[in-house]
């Protein structure tokens, strides 16, 4: 399991040229089932992504395709967590 931050950088003024790009680029990880959870880091930050079902490597390639990145809108930090107890609700997370 991942949390991937996507904190603004350098080209933050462009993001408004790319949102909708991005905004696939997110549809495409819930569609594939690899993102769980995607949203804003506050105070206006960047974003935050809980990501499973994916190695690392493909995650890496897939978080390097998002136009944000590519752009240099924003950097990637991948931060890989070993679940070990979970509520009930987030079982599924141990397999």
């Known amino acids: 399991m991942f ?3 996507l904190k603004f950088s350098g080209n933050r ?5 790319f949102m909708e790009a ?4 997110l549809k495409q990880g819930l569609d594939d ?8 880091l506050q105070p206006a930050r960047g974003g935050g992504i809980l990501a499973h079902n994916i190695s690392r490597e493909d995650l890496e390639t897939f978080v390097d395709s998002d136009p944000f990145v590519t752009e240099h809108i924003v950097t990637a930090e991948i931060l890989e967590i070993s679940p070990s107890k979970t509520d009930e609700r987030l079982a599924f997370l141990l397999d």
């Open 13 to 17: 003024e462009r993001m408004g040229e």
């Open 22 to 25: 991005h905004k696939s680029w």
């Open 33 to 40: 089932g690899v993102f769980l959870l995607a949203g804003s």
């Open 3 to 5: 949390i991937v931050l």
